[in-house]
């Protein structure tokens, strides 16, 4: 697909229109219900019928857990069977009252998402770059690349849960590439399009706003795509921080999708023809796979929040971004669960962009990465091998999960701290001028890490 040169759209700024009763505020979530609903009623069916055939030795179970069922096998002969069956009656309505009451508090939920939204420096099709801190002109630019399946606004969620404003206080200029859904034109999509064409563009756009070489921040499938930016475009950049990218889909993955997928992939490719797209729902559905039991733990909980709580409003502002997904481009998700997830193409170095092979190994770049230490979605096994893969790259393990890492109540200590330092030290080298900054650079420093923030991460690579 021929590539268009970047078109500047003049700063404008705006406030997302917020609904003054709460009755007017319409949720889906979470998505997709039907499957959540029938995950919950499926359990407690099947706990009746796996009853009896537990109490007589019948039940089909893995190897490790035949001493578990022995020694429950052992209590439920103690209970009188219709005293069991009251309880577990009892119990199953529970559940299903629980989840019914936490999704109707959730969709009755006052709290609306009403930030401004920053000013609009470029735009290209349904691609924006938006720009956080137009006065911090001399702050370091940091280009923030999302993933192409959510929202951009994981970034800056909330008022009090945004790294994209965090970063802003801090000195630097954040500048956020908005995918947002795929138009009639991007549904034709492939990754080399959204890399070689719209991100190679943001970034000229940042080059031209600031006259600097921004930082690159990837996270999640993000990162990917800024490891392919930075190996194309090193040049114009200062440095790399990857947040909880993947790279070797098969490391930790609890299914084997080298199996798994060849079997999808002709449905798959069936749905995408017809739609040009994979809707949120059937991604949705991949994401149920890792955990089947998590949307009714998590609401089962919010059930029994005081709405008016902070941890209320935090779960129902992340609940509104995770359920307000955006659909793949067809070729993009092709690319994706076949290249990706089936034939783990970026760990052997076949994933192509614009025909060329993407090697970390030929990014010379200052690069931090953080993995996670509670990741699910992204399992510190495969985002490990980055580690090894880019020349001189730090690391740390903060405490965290996949998504907490960005919008958790620890993370601006436990991650966006040690990232402000890494930027900082990245930003000293930068500077035309080094001797106006008095603090003393530190000996032993290597490529891969300026600035005097280099001790906080020696060594961490072990926590990983």
């Not at 999960?401 to 402000?420: D, K, L, N, T």
């Amino acid at each position: 697909m021929a590539m268009t040169p970047p078109t500047a759209t003049p700063p404008a700024t705006a406030t997302e229109p917020a609904p003054t009763e709460p009755d007017s505020i319409r949720r889906l979530g979470p998505r997709p219900l039907p499957l959540h609903v029938m995950t919950a009623a499926w359990t407690c069916l099947t706990s009746f019928g796996g009853y009896p055939l537990l109490k007589q030795g019948l039940l089909p179970l893995k190897a490790e857990l035949q001493d578990e069922a022995e020694a429950l096998r052992a209590e439920l002969a103690k209970v009188a069977p219709a005293k069991f069956a009251s309880a577990l009656t009892e119990e199953s309505c529970r559940l299903l009252d629980q989840l019914a009451a936490g999704v109707l508090a959730y969709r009755r939920h006052p709290y609306r998402r009403n930030l401004d939204t920053p000013p609009t420096v470029w735009r290209e099709g349904t691609t924006r770059l938006l720009d956080y801190a137009p006065e911090n002109r001399d702050g370091l630019p940091v280009l923030l690349v999302p993933s192409l399946i959510n929202r951009a606004y994981v970034l800056d969620l909330s008022e009090n849960r945004s790294l994209a404003r965090w970063l802003a206080a801090e000195g630097f200029r954040p500048l956020l590439v908005d995918w947002d859904r795929p138009g009639e034109v991007e549904r034709s999509f492939t990754l080399t399009d959204y890399i070689g064409g719209r991100l190679e563009q943001a970034l000229d756009a940042a080059l031209a706003l600031t006259g600097r070489k921004p930082a690159l921040l990837g996270y999640c499938m993000g990162g990917l795509l800024a490891v392919a930016l930075a190996q194309r475009r090193q040049r114009d950049l200062q440095g790399m921080i990857l947040l909880a990218t993947p790279w070797d889909f098969h490391a930790g993955a609890r299914f084997r999708f080298d199996r798994i997928m060849p079997m999808l992939a002709p449905g798959l490719a069936a749905a995408m023809e017809a739609w040009r797209e994979l809707p949120t729902d059937v991604l949705q559905m991949l994401f149920y796979s890792l955990d089947p039991y998590l949307v009714i733990r998590k609401f089962r909980q919010f059930a029994a929040m005081d709405p008016a709580s902070p941890k209320a409003q935090a779960f129902v502002a992340l609940e509104d971004w995770l359920n307000d997904g955006i659909p793949l481009a067809g070729p993009v998700a092709r690319e994706c669960l076949v290249g990706w997830y089936g034939e783990n193409q970026p760990e052997r170095k076949r994933w192509r962009i614009a025909g060329r092979p993407v090697d970390p190994g030929q990014i010379d770049l200052s690069t931090l990465i953080l993995v996670p230490a509670r990741d699910r979605i992204v399992p510190p096994p495969s985002a490990t091998p980055l580690l090894t893969a880019i020349p001189g790259a730090l690391a740390m393990s903060p405490p965290l999960g996949h998504i907490g890492m960005v919008v958790a109540e620890a993370a601006p200590q436990r991650a966006w701290r040690p990232m402000a330092e890494f930027l900082g030290g990245l930003d000293r080298r930068d500077r035309p001028n080094p001797a106006r900054w008095t603090q003393p650079r530190p000996a032993g420093m290597n490529h891969s890490m300026r600035g005097n923030a280099e001790s906080r991460f020696r060594g961490k690579t072990k926590e990983t």
